[in-house]
Every structure is written in structure tokens, then in C-alpha cells.
């Protein structure tokens, strides 16, 4: 069964820091594209940033030059360092295959790590 476990988030000041976990199960996460989500109350979830099987990641322009997705493929773990935080980046932060709506079984959500970023 497809899993994938969201943790590291927290309260923290502007500027502050925070270092995301995404520990996957049931599927080897480094064969897919794998990709932080964020949302916020009151508005649709977005993508935040991407990692591919070669390690090539793409950024959200809201996330560029603060924000780092890595993984660690003998840990099947997806990472997200965010840095210099600010209050608008406070939302639940999800992780996910990017892959076709087709394949079922990486449709569902987990339940997020929720990150709060105020002082």
C-alpha cells in the first residue's frame, strides 16, 4: 500500500528555518518524480517544488533560492530545508508522486505537516 508519512513541520519565527520529511512505503520513491505541496486555508493546494529520478528540481517562484527538495534513496525519504521563512508560507505541507491521475493508488493524500510561520 502506497504511503507517505509528512513530518518536520512546526511554529516557527520569520525568518526561521525548517527541514521537511516525507518517509515513503509501499513503492520505491526514487524510480518517480517526486513533489512538495503546500495549502493554505482558503486557497488551492499548489506545488512547491520537484525532484527527479536524476536529482534535477524545479522550484515554484515563490520557493526559488529559499526553499531545497533532496532526497535520499537508500531511506526512500523525500526532503524539503526551508530557509528564511516568512508568514505566507504557512500552510499543511503534503508530499506526492507527480504522476497521471490515472494511477490510482498514488492518488490519495496523507495527512500533511503543518508549518506556522509568525512571530
Known amino acids: 500500500q502506497v504511503q507517505l508519512a509528512e513530518s518536520g513541520g512546526g511554529l516557527v519565527q520569520p525568518g526561521g528555518s525548517l527541514r521537511l520529511s516525507c518517509a515513503a512505503s509501499?513503492?520505491?520513491?526514487?524510480?518517480?518524480?517526486m513533489g512538495w505541496y503546500r495549502q493554505a486555508p482558503e486557497k488551492q493546494r499548489e506545488l512547491v517544488a520537484i525532484?527527479?529520478?536524476?536529482?534535477?528540481?524545479n522550484y515554484a517562484d515563490s520557493a526559488k533560492g529559499r526553499f531545497t527538495i533532496s532526497r535520499d534513496n537508500a531511506k526512500n525519504t523525500v526532503y524539503l530545508q526551508m530557509n528564511n521563512l516568512k508568514p505566507e508560507d504557512t500552510a499543511v505541507y503534503y508530499c506526492?508522486?507527480?504522476?497521471?491521475?490515472?494511477?490510482?493508488?498514488?492518488?490519495?493524500w496523507g495527512q500533511g505537516t503543518q508549518v506556522t510561520v509568525s512571530s
Open positions: 525532484i527527479s529520478r536524476d536529482g534535477t528540481t
Open positions: 509501499g513503492f520505491n520513491s526514487s524510480t518517480y518524480v
Open positions: 506526492k508522486a507527480v504522476v497521471g491521475s490515472t494511477l490510482y493508488k498514488f492518488n490519495a
